[in-house]
């Protein structure tokens, strides 16, 4: 007759030793746990693909993002490239125009000073006539009023005569005509004046033709 199973509580010997021979006792071999099925025979673990391997929609959103990023910095840099090459434009051509400008006041400003040379140059002969009657006494009555104001006139336009004896001489505006030594001398100075000259602030219209006197 096989023994039925009690209900009753199930003791289990878990001594180590036994107490009947007073041997050690050795453990029991556990048995391999069997992998759950789906239908109750063949481990389900045969037909299970790991959740890494299957590709997600995720994955395919992440590329789109990453390949629009890639373009928009690539637009990006094309747009600041061009914006720099416009901007070198843009500098070359106000520095062209600030040169154009410069060029333009400049040879406006020549024009008019060698319109001002030329009137003046034309009343060089007439002062010279005025220089001469004065320093023999005969400039007089309303001559002499009309001699001051053409004088005065010119002197505006920064128009002046020069060459005065015992002056320094200087080559760059001064014709010497004449040339003499004395040890009393010591440079080259200006002994005679022939004829005066004119300038027009620092351009000579006419040099002054002069005697040198010089240290031997």
């Not at 009753?8 to 759950?36: F, I, L």
């Not at 060089?124 to 023999?136: E, T, Y």
């Not at 006494?137 to 505006?156: I, Y």
Request: charged share 30%.
């Amino acid at each position: 007759m096989s023994e039925q199973p009690s209900d009753g509580p199930v003791v289990h010997d878990r001594r180590k030793v036994d107490p009947v021979t007073g041997e050690p006792r050795r453990p029991a071999p556990e048995e391999p746990a069997t992998a759950p099925t789906d239908d109750g025979g063949a481990p389900a673990s045969d037909n299970l693909t790991p959740e890494a391997d299957e590709p997600s929609a995720g994955d395919d959103t992440s590329v789109e993002e990453l390949a629009a990023n890639v373009v928009a910095e690539a637009e990006l840099t094309l747009v600041l490239a061009q914006l720099d090459e416009r901007t070198e434009d843009l500098a070359r051509a106000q520095a062209d125009f600030a040169n154009y400008r410069r060029r333009v006041e400049r040879d406006r400003e020549l024009a008019g000073e060698f319109g001002r040379a030329e009137v003046l140059a034309s009343l060089m002969g007439v002062l010279d006539d005025i220089a001469a009657a004065r320093s023999a006494d005969a400039l007089t009555g309303p001559l002499a009023s009309m001699a001051d104001k053409l004088e005065e006139a010119v002197a505006k336009f920064d128009f002046f005569r020069y060459g005065e004896e015992g002056e320094p001489f200087d080559p760059e505006i001064h014709d010497a005509l004449m040339h003499q030594t004395s040890p009393e001398a010591t440079g080259p100075t200006i002994a005679l004046v022939i004829q005066p000259g004119y300038r027009i602030g620092k351009r000579v219209l006419r040099p002054a033709k002069v005697g040198v006197l010089d240290a031997e």
